[in-house]
T-cell receptor, first 113, second 114 residues
């Protein structure tokens, strides 16, 4: 899987929007961009994924740059429950074999009440 | 509720005493996997299973065994645990292989080997 770069930590006020950036300058044309998060003392949890177009679901939005070299996870209104480590992961859709998730260091998001 | 369950959640044991960590999913998923999480090393895959009776090694299989006799269960066996297996373990499942498949994780099992 290609490498991703994320800030180590970010802070947000409760009920404010949060934009979590991810750089993936070596992304290939067959890489999907996935986001997972890990809340304290819990297992990782899927958030969202996309290929080229922006994506929305009940948890978040994913904005993908036109050249696909970067993306941004958007939490529209951060709550205390959103405090977690967020991981941006690239996964090659051309491979249908074993595809373990490769977690980097991620971004630790703190939410202030 | 769709979920992956693991037991026990916390375990303290001594070197050499065989143990099993159970993992069960209720989503009828074919693919299951075990990871360990260590500070500074992220999550690393131990073993995976593509379906019943089909298992294979991940990146760090030494010291571990698995079995997949039923679709819903994928136990992790440590025949002779050692202190370097002290870690946080996660079981995961998905509806198939491939990069588009969302993986669902259990709550984790924190293991301390003395």
């Amino acid at each position: 899987d290609a490498k991703t770069t994320q800030p180590n930590s970010m802070e947000s006020n409760e009920e404010e929007p949060v934009h979590l950036p991810c750089n993936h300058s070596t992304i290939s044309g067959t890489d999907y961009i996935h986001w997972y998060r890990q809340l304290p003392s819990q297992g990782p949890e899927y958030v969202i994924h996309g290929l080229t177009s922006n994506v929305n679901n009940r948890m978040a939005s994913l904005a993908i740059a036109e050249d696909r070299k970067s993306s941004t996870l958007i939490l529209h209104r951060a709550t205390l429950r959103d405090a977690a480590v967020y991981y941006c992961i690239l996964r090659d859709i051309g491979w249908e074999g074993n595809t373990p998730l490769v977690f980097g260091k991620g971004t630790r998001l703190s939410v202030i009440a | 509720e769709a979920q992956v369950t693991q037991n026990p959640r916390y375990l303290i044991t001594v070197t050499g005493k065989k143990l099993t960590v159970t993992c069960s999913q209720n989503m009828n998923h074919e693919y299951m996997s075990w990871y360990r999480q260590d500070p500074g090393l992220g999550l690393r895959q131990i073993y995976y299973s593509m379906n019943v009776e089909v298992t294979d090694k991940g990146d760090v299989p030494e010291g571990y065994k698995v079995s997949r006799k039923e679709k819903r269960n994928f136990p992790l066996i440590l025949e002779s645990p050692s202190p370097n297996q002290t870690s946080l373990y996660f079981c995961a499942s998905s509806s198939g292989q491939g990069a588009q498949k969302t993986q669902y994780f259990g709550p984790g099992t924190r293991l301390l080997v003395l």
